[in-house]
């Protein structure tokens, strides 16, 4: 087995054996990895607390050539987010992020613009004057194009019309995005959207922090709606942190 260097996003703990923990990383260089830690659950044990949630590590893997855990033999701390443990509503959607990224990426499927917006969340989230609500949904936007789920905001999901900015439109998650005036009526699980809201879905996707500008109460609530919408009909499943996340 080969020993492979990455920088690691600890996403989950389990414990294995009265020693050893099972961690899932989401990796840059690898993506998603579970690895086998022995001596984890020691106090003074070689991870010493790199693998708690939520710590952005570097870490040496022995990677398994088919199935089963990869071995990991060290992790060392590179970063922590201090700040998640002190605004719960920054802590729920570090949880949320945790949760997508363990949940929804494939093993072994990096994503390395992923991984660099995970952190950059993390580290952005409950820091002055960074809306929490704007900052999740810029990282959920990130990982539905990353995971090739972009939905369709410019033109019909399903007729493939150009859609007037002011005109009147709905969002269909089974089609796909944002679903025009004529194709509305057939859409089976449509949800009201705005043109405010699909502009600001729009901005989500934007560089250069254009999530920062989304300041309007309502628009952000209609944004995370459609969010959850559509997030949870892609897993098929609700999140267990959607209940707690804020607009
Ligand atoms: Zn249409």
């Not at 690898?30 to 659950?41: C, E, M, P, S, T």
């Amino acid at each position: 087995m080969p020993a492979e260097k990455a920088q690691a996003l600890v996403l989950r703990t389990t414990d294995w054996s009265e020693t050893s923990r099972i961690a899932t990383l989401w990796t840059r260089e690898f993506g998603k990895v579970r690895a086998l830690a022995k001596g984890g659950r020691r106090l003074k044990s070689a991870f010493e607390s790199a693998l708690d949630l939520l710590t952005a590590c570097s870490i040496v893997l022995l990677r398994k050539s088919s199935g089963g855990l990869d071995l990991l033999t060290e992790a060392q701390v590179v970063q922590r987010f201090p700040r998640l443990t002190s605004d719960l509503p920054a802590l729920y959607a570090g949880y949320y992020v945790a949760e997508l990224l363990a949940d929804w990426t494939e093993d072994d499927d990096p994503h390395p613009t992923l991984f660099e917006e995970a952190l950059t969340t993390l580290s952005q989230l409950g820091q002055p004057g960074v809306p929490t609500g704007p900052r999740l949904a810029r990282f959920e936007v990130v990982l539905l194009r990353e995971l090739g789920y972009s939905p369709t905001l410019e033109t019909c999901a399903a007729c493939a019309a150009p859609v007037a900015a002011g005109g009147r439109f709905g969002f269909s998650a089974a089609a796909g995005g944002v679903v025009c005036a004529a194709c509305l009526p057939q859409a089976r699980d449509r949800h009201v959207l705005s043109p405010p809201a699909r502009q600001a879905l729009v901005q989500l996707g934007q560089p250069d922090e254009a999530w920062r500008q989304l300041s309007d109460a309502a628009v952000r609530a209609e944004v995370r709606q459609v969010l959850n919408h559509y997030v949870t009909y892609l897993l098929g499943r609700r999140p267990r942190l959607l209940p707690y996340l804020g607009s």
